[in-house]
């Protein structure tokens, strides 16, 4: 069955749009941008830090509350039998309810919120220096693959300049103009523009992998990157040695370090308050004696360790 000429360049005209349609929804460009934000929230080590910060947070409640020990509670019944001579045995039974609790005297409490207060903004900083450390490899994860990339595209170029110029010798070679050494030597080039070329890709491909090992990703799934290399305008902006120490001073992980030799140091302050022994105070309550001379005691005690 024959088709009309027509017909057959319509849908050969048609291919490449379906293709590009169907390549569409995952083709989308990757920037910079979105590079860095997906290596934040793909990173295992903020993830890791971020799983630590529920528990620190719970350490910091409870430093906060009012009294470290728990009460205790204490429940005695008692049971008395009394001889009196030929008489029946007296039995009657008595009880005590009371309750203990142990007071910190040395200033531990307060050192205790020091060390969880100052562990707690250590992990935010460590956290924050940990994203900013993932957004800082993406960046240069996607540099070196936009500059792979376009590498990659400068050395197509090339090979179609090579090809190009090895035909127009061979062309010029068969109309006498040429010799064979110079149709030997395009050839030549064009074949190393071609061998440039496949290096350029493989390490394209090389920094992909890269890329979407960082970003969590198969590399079959990232897309192209789209971007710019250079920074305009960096080289106009002045940069002080004073500016430089200022913000060396603020960065996260400067200030997690310093945040953690505080906690230490509440831990040296807890250390030594705890040589101090905790008061315990107890109030007790119980009904004791026979049914006509029964009693009532009530009893307030202290006890030093």
């Not at 230490?264 to 109030?283: H, K, M, N, V």
Request: aromatic share 4%; charged share 25%.
């Amino acid at each position: 069955m024959r088709f009309p000429l027509w017909v057959v360049a319509s849908v050969l005209a048609a291919c490449p749009t379906l293709l590009a349609a169907q390549a569409a929804p995952g083709a989308s460009p990757l920037t910079l941008a979105e590079a860095m934000r997906l290596a934040e929230t793909s990173s295992p080590a903020v993830r890791t830090r971020e799983a630590q910060l529920a528990a620190a947070e719970g350490a910091r409640l409870e430093a906060a509350s009012a009294l470290f020990n728990n009460p205790e509670l204490s429940l005695e019944r008692i049971r008395n039998r009394v001889r009196n001579g030929a008489l029946p045995d007296n039995r009657f039974d008595g009880y005590t309810i009371g309750i203990t609790q142990p007071i910190e005297i040395g200033g531990q409490q307060s050192r205790r919120r020091e060390v969880a207060t100052a562990a707690l903004g250590a992990l935010r900083a460590e956290i924050e220096d940990t994203r900013r450390q993932a957004r800082s490899d993406a960046a240069l994860r996607f540099h070196t693959v936009l500059a792979a990339q376009r590498k990659v595209r400068i050395e197509e170029r090339s090979v179609e300049l090579f090809d190009g110029t090895a035909q127009a010798v061979a062309k010029r070679r068969a109309a006498g103009e040429d010799t064979r050494l110079d149709a030997n030597v395009a050839l030549i080039e064009a074949e190393r523009a071609r061998n440039a070329l496949a290096v350029a890709r493989e390490r394209w491909l090389e920094a992909r992998s890269e890329l979407a090992t960082l970003l969590q990703l198969p590399p079959i799934v990232v897309p192209e990157v789209v971007g710019e290399l250079g920074m305009p305008g960096a080289e106009a902006r002045p940069y002080e040695i004073e500016q430089l120490i200022a913000s060396a001073q603020a960065v996260p992980r400067q200030r997690a370090i310093a945040a953690r030799a505080d906690a230490a140091r509440a831990r040296l302050g807890l250390e030594r308050a705890s040589r101090t022994p905790d008061i315990t105070f107890g109030l007790s309550t119980g009904r004791d004696g026979p049914g006509d001379a029964r009693e009532r005691i009530t009893t307030l005690s202290v006890s030093l360790p």
